[in-house]
């Protein structure tokens, strides 16, 4: 049986495959090529007045690859909306061993405690890099608005890398109100083909200038 390895990871990506487990606590990994591949594209992101706002409030905080491994632990925890996980312990490993060659990438927002000076997680998300693609994993919120906070944090900065594809594997009903839309396969790999081409970088940290400049380049919903 083949070793699945990092190297061997984002070969598959380069091809528009990618791998989940059954359940969190399941042995086995199987390989995913959907027929319909969900996008977003970068700037036709949609922010509504209420997500405008909360991005103003100061008492978040958004950062960049600080907590990569707490990010994909909370990815994996139950929700109300999300009992079981496709996040298992090989995917985890594998996905910390891509954020340690800068392949993976994670978001986080964070709230500040006033009175002690203390950060909490309450947000974000992580995926995987390759040339001028984005491939998003999976994300979390604790509070209202946080994962989408961290979604255009991560959108501001591969507008302002030159990144060119953000694939969200599928679409969510919550993914189709930020924007996302269904590709077919054979669509999909020629975007992807033209996209790990190109040379494209990440940024760790954000201006305010660029978010502000990006976040007029989106499109506004009520």
Request: hydrophobic letters at 40%; a negative charge.
């Amino acid at each position: 049986m083949l070793e699945l390895t990092p190297e061997l990871l984002l070969r598959a990506y380069a091809f528009g495959v990618f791998p989940m487990a059954e359940t969190r606590d399941s042995d086995e990994l199987f390989w995913i090529d959907p027929i319909q591949r969900g996008v977003l594209p970068i700037n036709g992101l949609h922010v509504s007045r209420s997500l405008r706002k909360a991005l103003r409030k100061e008492s978040y905080t958004v950062t960049c690859d600080e907590a990569f491994e707490r990010v994909i632990d909370a990815c994996a925890e139950a929700a109300p909306d999300r009992r079981e996980s496709w996040i298992n312990d090989r995917i985890k490993q594998l996905y910390c061993q891509l954020h340690e060659q800068e392949h993976a990438h994670s978001i986080e927002v964070w709230t500040l405690d006033q009175t002690n000076g203390a950060t909490t997680l309450v947000g974000g998300l992580y995926g995987v890099s390759l040339g001028g693609a984005y491939f998003g994993e999976s994300m979390f919120s604790r509070e209202t608005n946080t994962s989408k906070i961290a979604l255009v944090h991560l959108c501001a900065r591969l507008w302002h890398g030159g990144f060119r594809l953000l694939d969200t594997q599928f679409v969510t009903d919550h993914l189709k109100s930020l924007g996302a839309f269904e590709i077919p396969r054979d669509q999909y790999k020629q975007e992807l083909n033209d996209a790990i081409r190109l040379e494209a970088h990440l940024p760790r940290t954000l201006s305010n200038q660029v978010l502000l400049a990006f976040l007029h380049s989106t499109t506004q919903t009520s």
